[in-house]
């Protein structure tokens, strides 16, 4: 176990439904990032939070969107969803000197 | 903008052979560097890091070392094992800013490792 909690492991939904994928960091972690991967993209960056408020954006699509609550905990929400999404969405929490920590992410069927 | 570029795969070994990966990146300043692994089915799992030129990281019996006069971080490991197969990852983060958080990693395009028995 890493110490991120990544909820649910596995989601199948159809086209146009919205999802929302949740992430708890580790304790003590302040910053939490999203990140898709799939076969043709590989890993990419979708965003940050610090502390509650957002610290950068990648390559995050205008129907996807994210927050961290004030318990720190992380949820990504894809709305409008595409056959394209289907992809394995990580989330990873970091510490400044200590590095990140990944969760075991979850995998989004779209059908 | 920054980037990691890693051999290309997918990379098959014999057991005990010895693994080299290649990775190189583009980044301004001193960036971290890390090599990641993923087992199938799993998460990536943080494998070794280096935070300065010079530094070696390594764990399990990999290592790599921080080269900025090239501008690369070549993982090795001298004999692998069947267990080692799995997809690596090479990815930095900026200069650390302000001492409060790592910015957001970059991952290369992973290579996949199969070993034989």
């Known amino acids: 176990d890493s110490g991120v909690t990544q909820t649910p492991k596995h989601l199948i939904t159809a086209t146009g439904q919205r999802v929302t994928l949740r992430c708890s960091p580790r304790?003590?972690?302040?910053?939490v990032y999203w990140y898709q991967q799939s076969l043709d993209q590989g890993l990419q960056f979708l965003i940050q939070?610090?502390?509650?408020?957002?610290?950068a954006k990648g390559n995050i699509l205008e129907r996807f969107s994210a927050q961290q609550f004030p318990d720190l905990h992380s949820e990504l929400n894809l709305s409008s969803l595409e056959l394209g999404d289907s992809a394995l969405y990580f989330c990873?929490?970091?510490?400044?000197?200590?590095?990140?920590?990944f969760g075991s992410g979850t995998r989004l069927t779209v059908v | 903008g920054d980037s990691v570029t890693q051999m290309e795969g997918p990379v098959t070994l014999s057991e005990e052979a010895f693994l080299t990966i290649n990775c190189t990146y583009t980044a301004t300043g001193y960036p971290s560097l890390f090599w990641y692994v993923q087992y199938p089915g799993e998460g990536l799992q943080l494998l070794l890091k280096a935070t300065k030129a010079d530094d070696k990281g390594s764990n399990k019996g990999f290592e790599a070392t921080y080269r900025k006069e090239t501008t690369s971080f070549h993982l090795e490991k001298g004999s692998v094992q069947v267990s080692d197969s799995a997809v690596y990852f090479c990815a930095l983060s900026p200069a650390e800013a302000g001492g409060t958080s790592y910015g957001k990693l970059t991952f290369g395009q992973g290579t996949i490792l199969t070993v034989h028995p």
């Open positions: 990873a929490s970091s510490v400044a000197g200590d590095g990140y920590t």
């Open positions: 939070y610090y502390n509650g408020e957002e610290r």
């Open positions: 304790s003590g972690d302040l910053s």
